[in-house]
């Protein structure tokens, strides 16, 4: 059963960067499919932010493009999500998931992320 | 910045059977890409409901739960209502435009 966990600050200041990691449990961080970040704002609907593979190739929101960095620690078996810039805007549950084919499954638990100085 | 657009809110007796609807593009859900469904109860994460060209069902996921697509559309129905089913609702596909997936706005069922 393939497990995902998310950790990270609970509270970044305006201006800073956001840092995310997920733990990979009961699957190979370097098997076939991508691993996500999905995002959501609360109160409000699901934000694609981006996904990478084991070979280091990523793909971004071109609304988040400037503003993310992803990367994979295969001898953690984890990967992580840095947004900078962050303002109140930013303030989310962030979930990590993996991408099979087209479709997100599973999905981690979600981490809420708030933005204030 | 949601691409494919479902009504805010749909809601039956028990029992009863209710579609929502994802209207997405000629880049995404007309394009040919697949659309799923997840269901998110109060508090938790998605989870995925409905996946893949053949709107398949993952394991444990019932029978009342069922996809369809056409042009630009896609809708999810639920047969025989249950008050377990009250949660939101999410579509999500491919967009070829932005090279990356799309959700839909979101969508509330609410059991009567």
């Known amino acids: 059963q393939v497990q995902l966990q998310e950790s990270g600050p609970g509270l970044v200041r305006p201006s800073g960067t956001l840092s995310l990691t997920c733990g990979v449990s009961?699957?190979?961080?370097?098997?076939?499919?991508?691993w996500s970040w999905v995002r959501q704002p609360p109160g409000k609907g699901l934000e694609w932010i981006g996904e990478i593979y084991h070979t280091d190739s990523s793909n971004y929101n071109p609304s988040l493009k400037s503003r993310v960095t992803m990367s994979i620690d295969k001898s953690k078996n984890q990967f992580s999500l840095k947004l900078s810039s962050v303002t109140a805007a930013d303030t989310a549950v962030y979930y990590c998931?993996?991408?099979?084919?087209?479709?997100?499954?599973?999905w981690g638990q979600g981490t809420l992320v708030t933005v204030s100085s | 910045q949601s691409v494919l657009t479902q009504p805010p809110s749909v809601s039956g007796a028990p029992g009863q059977r209710v579609t929502i609807s994802c209207t997405g593009s000629s880049s995404n859900i007309g394009a040919g890409y697949d659309v799923q469904w997840y269901q998110q109860l109060p508090g938790t994460a998605p989870t995925l409901l409905i996946y893949?060209?053949?709107?398949d069902r993952p394991s444990g996921v019932p029978d009342r739960f069922s996809g369809s697509k056409s042009g630009t559309s896609a809708s999810l129905a639920i047969t025989g209502l249950q008050a377990e089913d009250e949660a939101d609702y999410y579509c999500?596909?491919?967009?070829?435009?932005?090279?990356?997936?799309?959700f839909g706005t979101g969508t509330k069922v609410t059991v009567l």
């Open positions: 999500q596909s491919y967009d070829g435009s932005l090279s990356g997936s799309v």
């Open positions: 998931a993996r991408l099979q084919h087209s479709w997100f499954d599973p």
């Open positions: 893949g060209g053949n709107s």
């Open positions: 009961g699957d190979s961080i370097s098997s076939s499919y991508w």
